[in-house]
């Protein structure tokens, strides 16, 4: 098994240095929502932005790829875009978090800061 420090940011299940807590590696969840963002991705997209954001670098460059992909409208409210090679879709911040295998609370204090 890799050093915790080099697979956490890589998305890849590990052992926590200090407890040996097992910390279970990021997956692709699927969310719905009223808009029917989770329709605007087939699967295979999904699994392809997940294994590309979690193989990006460290957690510093991962949220620099997330700010980039947010982009400020009125009222402190965001449109969340997912870049494909062909196209750019627009996602409810349920569907964008969930794609990225990250929590809400992640993008919250380190991107929308």
């Not at 294994?51 to 620099?64: L, P």
């Not at 750019?88 to 911040?93: A, L, N, R, S």
């Amino acid at each position: 098994m890799l050093q915790t420090q080099n697979v956490s940011f890589l998305g890849q299940e590990h052992r926590q240095h200090y407890s040996e807590t097992l910390v279970p590696g990021r997956q692709l969840r699927e969310e719905d929502c009223i808009h029917r963002c989770q329709n605007k991705l087939s699967l295979e997209e999904k699994d392809y932005i997940l294994e590309k954001f979690n193989n990006i670098g460290n957690h510093e460059v991962q949220n620099i790829y997330l700010q980039n992909c947010t982009i400020p409208r009125e009222n402190n409210r965001f449109d969340y875009l997912i870049h494909l090679t062909n196209r750019t879709e627009v996602v409810c911040q349920k569907n964008f978090v969930a794609t990225h295998g990250i929590k809400r609370s992640r993008l919250q204090r380190k991107v929308l800061q």
